[in-house]
């Protein structure tokens, strides 16, 4: 039974070949050398990257068969991007040797690695059970032999490698200069200097800009620099889809000025999966709409987030009525504010006659709706438009009430606020202030918050500016309070110090309250120069994050949600070499087969780069495509040799022998056979005891 390390740290050089080359090509020999004594000796191979599936499991070996394996070994077994798990592959062969296939009689493990403390921890105690060294006591135990076989470099390995890629926004808007950070990282034992860092970005079908370089002049051992860069995607160039906006690939590379300080050039790159959209979906639900648009609530919000004119805000803003919004699908927007609405609607769309299992089999079709893919409650029943509005935002939405004369407090108590279980952070009770104007409170913002930072000062002059006439009263309750559900973000002046803007998380979501209104029937903040800023810095606040949906590690799975009454029910899945799968999506664990919200999945993420998930729509021609990025875990980055004297030593008297790589050509077959003689020896003494039993025995009886 072998146990062959194929993490990316094998791929360095040991001599003239890397690592896994000369761990290939010993192994090679060995069953070679098998094949030669006529034994039927069986072969097992695990992997690092996937021991559930080895490459061969009990495989018998014979002359012929020596060659095919030889040949497998050589084609299939390259340095994997998959992160290395070294004590669950020693998990999966300590299952092997009780396996069906395992021989009972001789069992020989060989576990070959470069030694690298990250499968190694230094700090993993000796009496840890659940560790490599506790693992590898056992198998020790269990089988006839161990061998431990160190295939790595003693000598210091320089490794210069790209640790990061963040996006600083939380969604990219085209035309808007976006703050990217790329962390690289010395791994080596000496100084890198003029590190040269390259970011390359452009939509998927317009091809690459020039790169964007910076140098590091000084990178220490054993530490990271993040280096900013800046960059905006041209609104020339975008063609948004359906799914709200258009893929672009981002590449951040570091490039050492020295080779020998840099011996893993697979992980110098880094890939970033960007979704550009025109600007930052927002819906403003208008409670109060009226012909002259000046004296519509949402006249001076809607003009804040998207002034008019050639500057750009990176918002995208809608305006609706309460009419309108029963039937827009809500998982199109990353902000909703609701302005003065009397109330919630009760419905919240149709939903369509869709058999998806019929789909499957294409035998039918489904019917185009409107209605968002959380429409439908686990039970196949039509949500209300209130619970899917509590639904998007317990998914990451960011909703914003403000209040006016138009509000309906008993219908708001009762099921926005639901005795604090609902969306409505506060209780509302009744409307103060004065409706003459003939006085004002003040905002009061009494600890630090990014919405309302203008008036976190006493002495701004914003606070003296503002006035507010009219507010709602309202009631928070206190355990919400101490619990931090519920945050007060600011408080009027007035002497009751009745809360002004108060914030409450709901799942993955929030809600930010204004307890006046944001027109200028309650108060002239809309005129004051603070306004705007404050606006545009809450719809960034309360946005969801998307710029890093479409990323994730090598070994991960792509996610999307997709909804069947807009798309086919089979997707078709592009991996970095350019190989084409057909998928098809599944319904989710906690839904029924009968709804239209299935997850598209794809699990086989093998390599570092991007992939593609391509969705074609029901009705309308042309393909939707997603991109999305994996990359290698950054610990596989850290090539710092393992302590093997301290595995020694945790290991104590343990059976386990280390070949060093100068001795790893000399195994031969007489070595997988150096414990057999012990079982030979102790059925031979059987055998003789048994004849002398017999002896006496049938003796006796005579």
């Not at 996006?167 to 808007?173: G, R």
């Not at 990217?180 to 091809?207: I, L, P, S, Y």
């Not at 639901?418 to 209780?427: A, D, H, K, M």
Request: glycine residues 6%; charged residues 25%; contains cysteine.
């Amino acid at each position: 039974m072998v146990l062959l390390d194929d993490s990316l740290s094998m791929s360095v050089k040991n001599g003239s070949e890397s690592a896994l080359q000369n761990a290939k090509a010993a192994l090679s020999d060995f069953v070679l050398g098998l094949s030669n004594n006529g034994s039927r000796d069986q072969l097992t191979l695990y992997l690092t990257s996937d021991p559930t599936h080895p490459v061969f499991n009990g495989e018998e070996i014979d002359s012929q068969k020596a060659a095919e394996i030889v040949a497998e070994i050589e084609q299939r077994i390259l340095p994997s991007d998959r992160p290395a798990n070294l004590n669950n592959a020693l998990l999966e062969v300590e299952k092997g040797l009780d396996g069906p296939t395992a021989s009972k009689l001789n069992q020989v493990v060989y576990v070959i690695s470069d030694m690298r403390q990250g499968d190694w921890p230094a700090e993993e105690e000796a009496t840890d059970e659940q560790g490599v060294t506790a693992t590898l006591r056992r198998i020790a135990s269990a089988s006839s032999g161990c061998f431990l076989v160190d295939i790595g470099r003693e000598d210091d390995v320089g490794n210069v490698f790209v640790e990061e890629v963040v996006c600083k926004e939380k969604a990219l808007v085209a035309g808007v200069p976006s703050d990217f950070e790329v962390t690289v990282r010395n791994a080596g034992k000496r100084e890198a200097k003029n590190v040269k860092v390259q970011f390359v970005a452009g939509f998927q079908d317009g091809g690459e800009i020039p790169p964007i370089e910076e140098t590091i002049e000084s990178l220490p051992p054993g530490t990271s620099q993040t280096v900013p860069f800046k960059f905006a995607f041209s609104r020339e160039e975008l063609e948004e889809s359906e799914l709200g906006s258009e893929p672009a690939r981002i590449r951040a590379t570091v490039v050492p000025a020295s080779e020998d300080l840099d011996e893993l050039p697979d992980d110098n790159a880094r890939f970033f999966a960007a979704r550009v959209a025109p600007g930052l979906k927002t819906l403003i639900v208008d409670g109060d709409r009226l012909p002259s648009r000046r004296d519509s609530e949402s006249f001076f919000l809607a003009h804040a987030l998207s002034p008019p004119g050639d500057q750009l805000s990176g918002m995208a803003v809608d305006v609706v009525g309460e009419s309108e919004f029963e039937n827009l699908r809500l998982e199109d927007y990353q902000v909703i504010y609701l302005c003065n609405l009397y109330r919630i609607p009760e419905t919240g769309g149709q939903v369509a006659d869709f058999d998806a299992s019929a789909d499957a089999d294409e035998e039918t079709d489904a019917t185009e709706t409107t209605t968002s893919p959380a429409a439908n409650s686990s039970d196949g029943q039509q949500l209300s438009r209130l619970q899917q509005l509590e639904r998007w935002v317990a998914n990451g939405g960011g909703l914003v009430i403000s209040m006016g004369n138009r509000i309906d407090d008993l219908v708001y108590n009762r099921e926005l606020y639901r005795n604090g279980e609902g969306l409505l952070p506060v209780q509302l009770d009744d409307i103060l202030g004065a409706v003459d104007e003939s006085s004002w409170v003040k905002f009061n913002v009494e600890q630090p918050h990014p919405v309302m930072s203008l008036f976190a000062d006493s002495d701004s002059p914003f606070v003296e500016l503002v006035k507010i006439f009219r507010w709602w009263d309202c009631t928070i309750s206190e355990s919400d309070l101490q619990e931090g559900r519920v945050n007060v973000v600011a408080r009027f002046t007035n002497p009751e110090g009745s809360p002004a803007v108060v914030e409450k998380k709901f799942g993955q979501g929030r809600v930010f309250l204004f307890t006046t209104a944001l027109d200028r029937d309650w108060s002239d903040w809309p005129q004051d120069h603070s306004y705007v800023p404050t606006m545009l810095e809450l719809n960034k606040y309360m946005a969801r994050q998307t710029s890093d949906d479409a990323n994730m590690l090598v070994g991960d799975a792509l996610e999307q949600d997709l909804d069947l009454s807009r798309y086919e029910l089979q997707f078709q899945v592009t991996s970095p070499d350019d190989a084409t799968t057909d998928a098809q999506a599944v319904p989710p664990q906690d839904q029924t087969e009968d709804q239209l919200f299935y997850d598209a999945k794809f699990d086989e993420v093998d390599r570092k780069g991007f992939y593609q998930m391509v969705f074609n729509r029901r009705e309308a021609a042309g393909p939707v495509p997603m991109l999305f990025a994996a990359n290698i875990e950054a610990a596989e980055g850290d090539l710092t040799r393992a302590d093997v004297q301290g595995l020694q030593r945790k290991l104590g008297d343990a059976k386990v022998s280390f070949i060093s790589a100068d001795d790893l050509l000399k195994i031969n077959v007489d070595d997988a056979r150096i414990h057999l003689w012990p079982f030979v020896l102790a059925l031979l003494v059987g055998v003789l005891a048994l004849e002398q039993f017999l002896g006496w025995r049938f003796g006796r009886s005579r």
